[in-house]
Structures are given as structure tokens and as C-alpha cells.
T-cell receptor, first 109, second 113 residues
């Protein structure tokens, strides 16, 4: 039972454009949502988060949007840079963190 | 430098040969976890520990053991590894369960033949 789903295994975006990564969840009890970024041969690193009482959180080029009625979370990266090429995991918390499957983002020059 | 370390980084072993993957953190974190990452399944929690001598099962604990005798160390033990335990393993730590941001180690790629 996958409570957190990232339905796009991969995404390719041109440098300078916007990257939008999506995540859907099923458990309405989740109270906190996070995005992690993972480079090859490294562990995931925390990127940005949002509480369930908010609908948007911004940090530089990264913005996370939360739509509770749709149980949908998205990460926007503007503008996309080659160094953003990585696997992105969304995660949701209720008593413990539950991770999605990950989306591999490739930024093309 | 604040970090989580894991050893070994790569391991190839045979079915049934006991192995231990070590994990150590230098941030004085109380809460530590082990995850495995498999294609199409994301990160799944194996075991976690809320403090010294306090451990509990995660989502996929079968075939694994852990111990927490010291705050900084949280080894993962496979007493009789099987091929379905071939995976990428991550150790993580955080200040407390209520602190959502976890710090991950670099990963251990395990192959069981």
C-alpha cells in the first residue's frame, strides 16, 4: 500500500526552464511534507519542507506547493540548473516518515 | 563536520553468511533509522531507534536485526542474508522523532549471491 506516490519515474527539462515534480498521497493524517534530493553514490539530503497548515513554502529557486483537498504536493524549481540533475524523493510524516518512489530529474544544457 | 558514516560502502556476499553494516553519527542525535532503497519502491524503513536500548520495527524488518548500545552507533545485522536482501541501504539520524529533517549516510550497496 503506497501511501506516497511519485508517478513520474523521470523528467527531462531544459536548463533555465521550470521543473515541476509531483507527489500524491492518500493518508489525510500526514502533517508535514518534505522533499529530499539524492545524487549518485550519496545519501539523500533535505531540500525543503512544508507544514500541512500552509499551502506554499519558498526557498530561493525552490517552491513547494501543497493542495490538501487534492492530496497533492509539488516542487517547482525555477530556473532549473544542471546541478539540479538528481533523484528527488517526496516524503510525508505522520508518526513516521513515508517516502515516495523518487523521480529522476535531468536538466539538459 | 556533522555527518553520518556507514561501512562498508559496497559489499558482495553469499547466501547465509552473516554480515554487519555499521552506522555512526556525530551529531548526538537520539533517533536513528535504517532504510533500504529498491527500484520503484523508494525508501522503506527497516528498523528505527528512539534512544539507547530502544529499537522497533519499521515497515520491512524481516531478515534484519539492529542494536543500539551507544547513542552514536546503530549497526544493521543480517544473520542469514538472502538474495532478496540485495539492495541499497541508508542509515539516517535526527534530533528527535518530532524533528522531520533526517540526515542520511552515504549508503551501502549490498549484493547477496
Amino acid at each position: 500500500d503506497q501511501q506516497v506516490k511519485q508517478n513520474s519515474p523521470s523528467l527531462s527539462v531544459q536548463e533555465g526552464r521550470i521543473s515541476i515534480l509531483n507527489c500524491d498521497y492518500t493518508n489525510s493524517m500526514f502533517d508535514y511534507f518534505l522533499w529530499y534530493k539524492k545524487y549518485p553514490a550519496e545519501g539523500p539530503t533535505f531540500l525543503i519542507s512544508i507544514s500541512s497548515i500552509k499551502d506554499k513554502n519558498e526557498d530561493g529557486r525552490f517552491t513547494v506547493f501543497l493542495n490538501k483537498s487534492a492530496k497533492h504536493l509539488s516542487l517547482h524549481i525555477v530556473p532549473s540548473q544542471p546541478g539540479d540533475s538528481a533523484v528527488y524523493f517526496c516524503a510525508a510524516n505522520y508518526q513516521k516518515l513515508v517516502f515516495g518512489q523518487g523521480t529522476r530529474l535531468t536538466i539538459n544544457p | 563536520e556533522a555527518q553520518v558514516t556507514q561501512n562498508p560502502r559496497y559489499l558482495i556476499t553469499v547466501t547465509g553468511k552473516k554480515l554487519t553494516v555499521t552506522c555512526s553519527q556525530n551529531m548526538n542525535h537520539e533517533y536513528m533509522s535504517w532504510y533500504r532503497q529498491d527500484p520503484g519502491l523508494g525508501l522503506r524503513q527497516i528498523y528505527y531507534s528512539m534512544n539507547v536500548e530502544v529499537t522497533d520495527k519499521g515497515d520491512v524488518p524481516e531478515g534484519y536485526k539492529v542494536s543500539r548500545k551507544e547513542k552514536r552507533n546503530f549497526p544493521l545485522i543480517l544473520e542469514s542474508p538472502s538474495p532478496n536482501q540485495t539492495s541499497l541501504y541508508f542509515c539516517a539520524s535526527t534530533r528527535s522523532p518530532g524533528s522531520y529533517e533526517q540526515y542520511f549516510g552515504p549508503g551501502t550497496r549490498l549484493t547477496v549471491t
